[in-house]
């Protein structure tokens, strides 16, 4: 089961409109639980097609092939991450606050859009080249925005660091990992996870706090 409908993501993208029709949400609603409980590659268009209640031809109605849903999931998704990491990086308040707020955010976003996140992080092998590259230049913005922050807390004194696009990756991987094992079973909720991801990714830092 997903944890977040497919269109309220669509919706919170710059630019996002309603005037999607409802059999493209259902589709991409079908394609990302298809694609995360399968897999891409053993996912089919009737499986898709089926699991949105609705024909294998009228599928193509809407997207080229199921590479065209995941390319569209996956631009998506990480656009929706950039956008988070983004604002958080930019808010108020000095390096660890900004970083406290942007680990806590991205961490409990993986959580509730967890589906969504193994799809977007665990398939981009699956992705045709021109959509990998769109990805990849979308994932290459976060990794900068985390890098940026972390410099600026070395510059201030407040992070001890001493490598930091290796930092980064090991911020952003923790949270991304989060999509992988976060169930509804889970003991904490996911500002909870965020919380607690928040203070750990602080003392990683060598931040004081």
Request: glycine residues 8%.
């Amino acid at each position: 089961m997903t944890s977040t409908p497919i269109a309220d993501l669509w919706r919170t993208l710059p630019g996002g409109a309603d005037s999607r029709p409802e059999a493209a949400y259902r589709l991409l609603q079908a394609a990302v639980e298809s694609f995360a409980e399968r897999g891409f590659h053993a996912t089919t268009t009737r499986d898709i097609a089926t699991a949105a209640g609705m024909s294998p031809a009228a599928l193509y109605i809407h997207y080229q092939s199921k590479a065209a849903l995941l390319a569209e999931i996956s631009q998506a998704g990480h656009a929706a991450t950039l956008e988070l990491v983004r604002a958080a990086a930019s808010g108020e308040g000095g390096p660890v606050d900004r970083m406290r707020r942007l680990v806590e955010e991205f961490t409990a976003w993986h959580a509730r859009a967890r589906t969504v996140g193994r799809v977007v992080n665990y398939e981009l092998h699956a992705l045709p080249e021109d959509a990998y590259a769109v990805v990849a230049a979308l994932r290459l913005d976060i990794e900068r925005e985390v890098s940026t922050l972390i410099e600026a807390g070395v510059r201030a004194g407040v992070f001890q660091v001493s490598e930091v696009r290796t930092a980064a990756r090991a911020v952003t991987s923790l949270g991304i990992d989060v999509s992988r094992w976060f169930t509804d079973r889970s003991t904490e909720t996911p500002d909870e996870l965020g919380g607690r991801y928040g203070e750990l990714v602080l003392r990683m830092l060598g931040a004081r706090i």
